[in-house]
């Protein structure tokens, strides 16, 4: 719930914002929220006894596979 809560409080700081200029004069709050939220994933992850380098390998693997370059690349739409 924790890791929810400050992912909330890290997507406030965007609410309001031009999705195409978004305002980051807010820097050291963005940074503050940001590690908040990697914090309590870095908690979640020990206490559940994952190595989380590995499963960050293993995810960014995973999407290599599920999404090439070659036919993904230029598909992004806001």
């Given at each position: 719930m924790?890791i929810?809560i400050?992912a909330a409080?890290?997507?406030e700081?965007f609410q309001?914002?031009?999705?195409?200029?978004?305002?980051?004069?807010?820097?050291?709050?963005?940074?503050?929220?940001?590690?908040d939220v990697?914090i309590y994933?870095?908690?979640?992850a020990?206490?559940?006894?994952?190595?989380?380098?590995?499963a960050?390998?293993?995810?960014?693997?995973?999407?290599t596979d599920?999404?090439p370059v070659?036919?993904f690349?230029?598909?992004y739409?806001?």
């Amino acid at each position: 719930m924790s890791i929810a809560i400050e992912a909330a409080e890290l997507m406030e700081l965007f609410q309001w914002d031009d999705p195409i200029e978004p305002d980051v004069s807010s820097t050291e709050r963005i940074r503050e929220e940001l590690a908040d939220v990697v914090i309590y994933c870095l908690l979640m992850a020990d206490a559940a006894e994952i190595d989380l380098a590995w499963a960050i390998k293993n995810k960014v693997s995973a999407n290599t596979d599920k999404y090439p370059v070659e036919k993904f690349r230029g598909k992004y739409k806001a």
